[in-house]
């Protein structure tokens, strides 16, 4: 068993390079920050499956860290058996629940963001880490900020985006024997339809997709979920809608016309609707600038 060699901070100051310019250094890219992070823990599996009724599905980030015990993560239309020392990141809009849980006592931690551009985690998606020494370092130190910073103290998103930025250039988990899982049901076909580009579809796109009639699909859906698929749909534009009200400078008509609403004027009365005041008022309410943090600065809302 070969063990990996201790590198001591003595160690790497004596491999220091001399620069020959001192003054031009390494310049990093645009850095976009975590917002709106909530840390919490599990001790039971019986506390995995919240809500009771049907599948998670949200617009946030769920970073998950299994600290003890293993369960199965179903996720989408696969399971990913996640066991003690590792753990998996789920994207926003990606349905989620936990089988195999049993009446397993065990400690995971959840860490769950807002994030403005996805692409960089996209080497995450479905894809289980292992959660090594020096990640185990970061997470101690972003809990620690967490529990005894104030809310508009900056060190839990820097160092939320220092943990993920070295999860993504760990190796993956090793494979596990696949767990069988039934094909995508109507709900989640829907929802990887209605989040396959940034164009919301319609009704009559998503009935063409699956090569079923609009009739068909409607009737369908309702049978799944005991919701009207525009109901459904209109919720989907209202999540994305508040996320990018927190996490973007976009104007409220542009963001609405994103989304999918025909004037800014029907986008307010259902937003209003659904979240109990107006895309103006949510906007301020989620905090200063009503998005995430940014080492450069970005055009005024």
């Not at 003054?23 to 499956?49: M, W």
């Not at 940034?198 to 049978?223: C, D, M, T, V, Y």
């Not at 025909?262 to 986008?267: G, T, V």
């Amino acid at each position: 068993m070969s063990l990996t060699p201790i590198v001591t901070l003595e160690t790497l100051a004596a491999d220091l390079p001399h620069p020959p310019h001192q003054l031009l250094g390494r310049r990093p890219g645009p850095l976009v920050l975590p917002d709106n992070i909530v840390c919490f823990q599990r001790r039971s599996a019986e506390e995995l499956n919240r809500p009771r009724r049907g599948r998670a599905l949200h617009h946030r980030f769920v970073l998950i860290i299994a600290l003890h015990a293993t369960v199965s993560v179903c996720l989408d239309d696969r399971v990913i058996r996640l066991g003690a020392g590792e753990g998996l990141l789920i994207f926003p809009f990606q349905f989620h629940h936990y089988v195999d849980a049993g009446q397993k006592d065990l400690l995971w931690i959840f860490i769950t963001f807002d994030l403005a551009d996805a692409e960089p985690l996209k080497a995450l998606q479905y894809r289980p880490f292992i959660f090594t020494p020096a990640a185990r370092v970061l997470a101690t130190d972003l809990i620690a900020a967490y529990e005894k910073e104030g809310r508009m103290s900056e060190l839990p998103a820097l160092l939320l985006a220092l943990l993920l930025a070295r999860l993504r250039r760990q190796e993956p988990a090793p494979r596990r024997k696949a767990v069988q899982i039934a094909s995508p049901g109507m709900v989640m076909q829907v929802n990887q339809l209605a989040h396959q580009n940034n164009q919301p579809l319609g009704i009559k796109e998503i009935a063409s997709a699956l090569g079923i009639s609009q009739s068909h699909l409607r009737g369908r859906f309702r049978a799944s979920c005991g919701v009207s698929i525009g109901r459904h749909l209109r919720r989907l534009r209202l999540e994305r809608a508040s996320g990018l009200l927190r996490l973007t400078p976009n104007r409220v008509s542009e963001i609405a016309e994103q989304c999918g609403f025909n004037s800014i004027y029907s986008f307010s009365r259902a937003f209003h609707a659904a979240y109990g005041q107006p895309p103006v008022a949510y906007r301020q309410s989620v905090g200063p600038g009503g998005g995430p943090r940014r080492v450069k600065k970005s055009r005024r809302a």
